[in-house]
């Protein structure tokens, strides 16, 4: 019996009428194709079920949205509580200035603060507002900050922007104050701002931050913090109240509502305060469903140890997953890189085998295992003690397959489905 027959007749039907992923990160090239689901039905805490009715362990967590995990109760009774009020309203509704109030007295750079759907919404409004308050027309960025033209104009999906876009974005290097200081120096009176994850794949080194901060006020540039992934996940109050270091303004979604479509542009109330100049304005920006939830996610990370939680249990995963490694002497070819609350196993080429192939063959066998993996760990709240014993558990049993599949030259024949793409994020 096939255990993916509904997602097979759904991923058939899919090709007819979905123009490509909605998401990038959840398409199916991202994963084994035929051997991971394509089509999920539900969740429930750090589990989900296929529409087949398969259980997995999700370690994707909707890209880094469901913190708390699936169905919160009280994220889930805050947004019933809501839909009983209504959630689409003709003027603000109150709960837009009880949220942003709650952001303010969480996030340090946060004295203002507007709302937008996703991530997007507030980079680009982030930027535009840098823009316009500066007078400069220039920005500088390091990692991914979504699908604007002033971002994926430096990337090779540059395809339907125009080529003079490229002119005014320039992309630098993280942990590198070298490079920083080079197009702060070239674009010395043009620059409006600069836009970075204050962490992303690495840790910032020593200094990093703070010297970012002293260059962005010698130069008189706006920084900007984009905190869509890192918000709520180091810290309740973002990445900068455990850093020290705090941007003019800055960015969140994600984590922010548990998964509901909501972003926060906060920032210093000298700039924020000129948001009106700018034209930012969108229909669903004040729906309650999502504020409803932002306020529920604020309240539990204030009752529960939510971040402390989730770094404790990220931290015996990354231990765990470390200690495998050595016992199976796979240095050359794989290791385990990020923080406790965010992940990755970055795997190598090896005599041959591509590391296309290992990391194929890892999705692909975890999937078997009933683990829903794209290689990295987003890790929630309810990712718990038997969650990581299992995934460890599970992961002896493959890191054992990939080294004989590596000694005998055998692993790349036992792929069951074609290479994974890039992920898209790296773009
Ligand atoms: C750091 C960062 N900024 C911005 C975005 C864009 O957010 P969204 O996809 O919600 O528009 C993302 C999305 O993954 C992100 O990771």
């Given at each position: 019996m096939d255990r993916l027959k509904k997602s097979k007749v759904i991923y058939r039907r899919s090709q007819a009428v979905i123009a490509g992923p909605s998401t990038f990160?959840?398409?199916?090239?991202?994963?084994?194709?035929?051997?991971?689901?394509?089509?999920?039905?539900?969740?429930?805490?750090a589990y989900v079920w296929d529409v087949d009715g398969n259980k997995y362990l999700d370690y994707i967590m909707g890209l880094g949205c469901l913190i708390l995990g699936y169905r919160?109760?009280?994220?889930?009774?805050?947004?019933?509580?809501?839909?009983?009020?209504?959630?689409?309203?003709?003027?603000?509704?109150?709960?837009?200035?009880?949220?942003?109030?709650?952001?303010?007295?969480?996030i340090p750079c946060a004295e203002m603060v507007r709302f937008g759907k996703n991530g997007n919404d507030v980079t680009s409004a982030a930027v535009r507002l840098a823009r316009h308050v500066s007078g400069k027309e220039h920005i500088l960025f390091c990692g991914y900050h979504g699908w604007q033209d002033w971002y994926v104009c430096q990337t090779s999906m540059n395809g339907g922007i125009p080529s003079v876009i490229?002119?005014?974005?320039?992309?630098?290097?993280?942990?590198?104050?070298?490079?920083?200081?080079?197009?702060?120096?070239?674009?010395?009176?043009?620059?409006?701002?600069?836009?970075?994850?204050?962490?992303?794949?690495?840790?910032?080194?020593?200094?990093?931050?703070?010297?970012?901060?002293?260059?962005?006020?010698?130069?008189?540039v706006i920084l900007i913090f984009d905190e869509i992934v890192a918000g709520f996940r180091f810290h309740k109050g973002g990445y900068?109240?455990?850093?020290?270091?705090?941007?003019?303004?800055?960015?969140?979604?994600?984590?922010?509502?548990?998964?509901?479509?909501?972003?926060?542009?906060?920032?210093?109330?000298?700039?924020?305060?000129?948001?009106?100049?700018?034209?930012f304005s969108l229909t669903a920006a004040g729906e309650t469903l999502s504020l409803a939830a932002a306020r529920a996610v604020?309240?539990?990370?204030?009752?529960?140890?939510?971040?402390?939680?989730?770094?404790?249990?990220?931290?015996?995963?990354?231990?765990?997953?470390?200690?495998?490694?050595?016992?199976?002497?796979?240095?050359?070819?794989?290791?385990?890189?990020?923080?406790p609350c965010r992940n990755v196993m970055l795997f190598r080429d090896f005599k041959g085998t591509p590391a296309v192939d290992i990391r194929t063959y890892w999705i692909q066998?975890?999937?078997?295992?009933?683990?829903?993996?794209?290689?990295?760990?987003?890790?929630?709240?309810a990712h718990k003690d038997k969650e990581i014993s299992y995934t460890l558990g599970i992961y002896t049993e493959v890191l054992k397959l990939i080294k004989d599949g590596l000694s005998d030259g055998s692993?790349?024949?036992?792929?069951?489905?074609?290479?994974?793409?890039?992920?898209?994020?790296?773009?």
């Open positions: 990160s959840k398409g199916p090239d991202q994963f084994a194709h035929g051997i991971t689901p394509y089509a999920l039905a539900s969740g429930k805490g919160h109760p009280h994220v889930e009774r805050a947004v019933r509580k809501q839909i009983s009020k209504g959630f689409s309203f003709s003027l603000a509704h109150f709960l837009e200035i009880e949220v942003a109030e709650m952001l303010c007295k969480r490229k002119e005014y974005s320039h992309r630098f290097k993280y942990n590198d104050l070298v490079d920083l200081s080079r197009l702060l120096d070239k674009y010395k009176d043009s620059t409006a701002c600069i836009i970075m994850e204050p962490v992303s794949r690495v840790y910032p080194e020593a200094g990093y931050l703070e010297a970012v901060r002293e260059l962005a006020d010698k130069y008189k900068q109240a455990l850093c020290g270091v705090t941007p003019d303004l800055a960015c969140f979604s994600k984590a922010m509502t548990n998964g509901l479509p909501l972003s926060a542009l906060v920032g210093r109330k000298d700039i924020m305060s000129r948001c009106p100049e700018i034209y604020m309240e539990v990370f204030d009752r529960d140890n939510v971040a402390e939680t989730i770094d404790k249990n990220g931290k015996r995963l990354m231990e765990g997953v470390e200690k495998l490694i050595s016992l199976y002497e796979l240095k050359d070819l794989v290791s385990i890189e990020g923080f066998e975890l999937a078997k295992r009933n683990i829903l993996s794209n290689g990295s760990h987003m890790m929630s709240f692993l790349s024949a036992k792929l069951q489905c074609p290479p994974v793409k890039e992920p898209a994020r790296a773009l």
